[in-house]
């Protein structure tokens, strides 16, 4: 009996580990275009001041992908950006967790690893703090904004090129993005090609002022956005002025702006109405025909 429990302990955790493995993929087949120079190593750090686990010094981008059950998989992808200011990216809160979550619903997710610029030192945060006042830092950041853009567009496009390979539909395929990690998915929203286009897009709380904001194009995607109305870094204006954009041109776009929730929410649980976002992109994703089998 003792034996064959332990075989069948043995069994689940090898299905655990196998559920719980991601393919991790280059996004590009060699050094990342516009900064083929940068030989610095990317680094994880989990105790911190944001109280969630982090990524700096991204140099080489990766997508790590999260396949959803065969018998829930619908056809849908996204691309998921986690923000961190361009000098860090949260990895669990704006990323994996909100990747699990819509697996789990039968999203194919890509979780985008884009290029940032480096840290200082071993704790990214200390100049995120200090970019407020330090133009030095404020150049390094602004430095690797297209870098970031550049990363999020190619990675539509890589998943797009690979549809057939992940069994998803290459007319359903959209970009999601938090904070800086908005200003990524806002911008796959403008300049857009063939390859790139986003099908659908989703800024969380992003950073993408309005003089960021391109026009509006006729085939522009349907278009989901959620902000705090206390949000810390005031970015409220920017997602207002997106969806007044949208709604002017008569495209399709909801906004969830919550009367608390604060920025940088994520997947984390509050206890507030701003908890339940990613439910309701959820809901908005099935209205707009995205995850019909």
Known sequence: MRTHYLKLLCLFLLVTVFV??????????????????????????????????????????????????????????????????????????????????????????????????????DDPIKDFTASFTDKAIQSRQQASIPLGIADGKAAIAYVRSHAADFGIDPKRIGIMGFSAGGTVAGSALFGYTPENKPDFAAPIYAFLPPDMQGTVAADAPPLF???????????????????????????????????????????????????????????????????RK
């Not at 959803?68 to 849908?76: E, F, H, I, L, S």
């Not at 604060?262 to 701003?274: A, E, I, N």
């Open 20 to 121: 719980q493995a991601q393919e991790v993929i280059k996004l590009y087949p060699g050094k990342a275009p516009g900064s083929e120079d940068w030989n610095w190593s990317e680094q994880y750090l989990e105790k911190n001041a944001w109280n969630t686990p982090i990524v700096y010094n991204v140099a080489d981008p990766t997508l790590t992908v999260f396949k959803p059950a065969a018998a829930k998989a619908n056809g849908a992808a996204v691309v998921i950006c986690p923000g961190g200011g361009f000098l860090a990216l949260s990895i669990e809160s704006e990323g994996f967790g909100a990747a699990r979550w819509l697996a789990e619903k039968g999203v194919t997710c890509f979780v985008l690893k884009y290029r940032l610029a480096k840290a200082s030192g």
């Open 225 to 291: 956005l959620t902000v705090a109305s206390n949000d810390q870094l005031n970015l409220q204006g920017h997602s207002v002025a997106l969806y007044t954009k949208w709604n002017t041109a008569k495209k399709p776009v909801e906004l969830h702006a919550y009367a608390s929730g604060g920025h940088g929410f994520g997947v984390k649980k509050q206890q507030l109405p701003s908890d339940s976002w990613i439910e309701r992109f959820w809901e908005w994703l099935q209205n707009q025909g995205f995850t």
